[in-house]
């Protein structure tokens, strides 16, 4: 028997693997990072293919340092990345806030795994919820996605990078253990078919320029360092030309307008999946590989005749509340699916405003939420 080669653009990815393979797609030739598990495998892959495309990797002496080296990258503007989890997450939060109030875009990856502390390098959890929106100090947007496929993983750091760019802001993208270290097979486009987007540029005489000039939008143009663009850059409260101020209406006018450019866009930034919530009593809403389980749960109980459907965020942050209170006024019961105690459960409780009653199914052990763990929960409240 004579075996025929066939073509295919089937791969069989990790993960961890897929988010490199998107950020390189996205542009990115930049990564500072410090090792730490869950998330290993980003930070060696990117030291392995960054030289290869002219990119360049450091391994830094710390999670502090990492953030640093990116925002600087960035600044030059080369497209940037870090990746951590939870512990040296934390540490990234002063320099995540001062990114996002000097509006550097660049992005950082977080493979969950159990805490507080060192907690569980290996095993699996959603704990980092809530540090991701409100671990930073002052007030400050946030864009945050969480795949839950090894594709979506790829399509989502390009998204990453296309949402940095265009807002000129950090975003994050969730991962947990599980969706970082699976393997699956997928198929990835072609570069040609992968849309990128830039951070828009000065249009004016470099004399002109003013680098936090909001007269013509809501995202300043963004010269880089070296380009003989006059660019300074301050963590403190700063004006149009990003010299220090402490006139209240100018640092007013800065934090409105950093959440203001998050909130209009919020459009295109705020997705979500439904899967058979048309006619739904009972809902669910779970994210990251505990949607996995909760898509499956929800088949099961069609099997049994109990009609209940599965809404699962994409974007994290902003939060779709709009997507939630909708479900919220059509079911019985909204059943929170997570591996924490609650914390999406608490925005879900307050998007829903009352609507319905919200149930949840918590796991902290570092291990997965089983399907018939959701099920036994659906049937509980029908």
Known sequence: MTLIPVKTKARLLQGNEACVEGAIAAGCRFFAGYPITPSSEIAELMAEKLPRLGGKFIQMEDEIASMAAIIG??????????????????????????????EIPCVVVNVQRVGPS????????????????????GDHPVIALYPSTVRETFELTVDAFNL?????????????????????????????EILIVNRPGPTVPRGEYLPYDDTRGLVPPMAAFGEGYCFHVTGLAH?????P?????????LIRRIHQKIEVG????????????EDAEIGVFAYGSTARSAARAVRLARSRGIKVGLLRPITIWPFPDEAVKTLASRVRRLIVAEMNLGQMAGEVTRAAEGRTAIEGVFRVDGELITPEEILKKIEEVV
């Open 73 to 102: 990258a960035s600044l030059t503007g080369v497209k940037s990345l870090t990746a951590t989890s939870g512990p040296g997450f934390s540490l990234k939060q002063e320099n995540l806030g001062y990114a996002s109030y000097t």
């Open 118 to 137: 060192t907690g569980q390098p290996t095993a699996p959890a959603q704990g980092d919820m809530m540090q991701v929106r409100w671990g930073t100090h």
């Open 164 to 192: 940095s760019e265009r807002f000129r802001t950090p975003v994050i993208l969730l991962m947990d253990e599980v969706v970082g270290h699976m393997r699956e097979k997928v198929e990835l486009p072609a570069q040609e």
């Open 239 to 243: 004006n149009r030309r990003g010299y």
């Open 245 to 253: 101020t402490t006139k209240p209406q100018d640092i007013d006018a």
């Open 266 to 277: 919020r459009g295109d930034i705020v997705r979500v999946e439904q899967l058979l919530t």
